[in-house]
């Protein structure tokens, strides 16, 4: 059913990490997403005195979380205030400053090279990115999703309806038993 499976993938990805003046471990597990779409920063030694420690929300696609995980860091360090010293408003600068640039054309290259399976890294070229970009089948998934996502829901269960979805879309029906996550469960009526 779209972007999300039958049921969640529970493997988790861990790892642990020392530095001179701190320890850390972080973990990720991709979930109920067709794929991994989230990143991370544990960057102990990111400066003299300091790390850097940062998640990035894929939102539907992993592209930007990776990117976000290759750049942002040099991103921040190059900020005026950071050299200062001035921590707080180097990252509100920097966060806002380095999102602008995901639109621009040279970080969309980038961005496509990340999606269509290539590094992505800062030394990848334009041309990389074009290359392999956008099969037909591609294209019309993407297609698909974008003219899914601006459709009503009840037309969206519709169109899955007998094709074997998942717990989620029945749960959207109001059929079966709430799922244990609690993100899937809901809020509570107050």
């Not at 320890?23 to 850097?52: T, V, Y």
């Not at 009840?154 to 094709?163: I, P, W």
Request: hydrophobic share 30%; net charge negative; proline share 4%.
């Amino acid at each position: 059913m779209g972007a999300y499976l039958s049921e969640p993938k529970t493997t988790k990805e861990s790892s642990d990490a020392d530095g001179v003046n701190v320890k850390s471990g972080a973990s990720s597990m991709q979930g109920w997403r067709i794929s991994q779409e989230d990143a991370h920063n544990c960057i102990l030694e990111f400066d003299k005195n300091a790390s850097l420690f940062a998640v990035y929300d894929g939102h539907g696609g992993h592209e930007v979380a990776e990117y976000c995980s290759k750049n942002l860091p040099d991103y921040i360090k190059k900020m005026e205030h950071y050299t200062k010293g001035e921590f707080e408003q180097a990252l509100k600068e920097a966060f806002l400053g380095f999102d602008a640039t995901l639109a621009s054309p040279e970080v969309v290259s980038l961005l496509k090279a990340i999606a269509n399976g290539k590094d992505g890294d800062k030394q990848c070229s334009s041309n990389d990115a074009e290359a392999g970009s956008g099969s037909e089948d591609e294209e019309e998934t993407v297609d698909g999703l974008m003219q899914e996502a601006h459709m009503p829901l009840d037309e969206v269960m519709a169109r899955y309806k007998g094709a074997g979805a998942g717990p989620l879309c029945r749960l959207l029906k109001g059929e079966g038993k709430p799922p244990v996550s609690p993100m899937l469960r809901g809020r509570r009526s107050a």
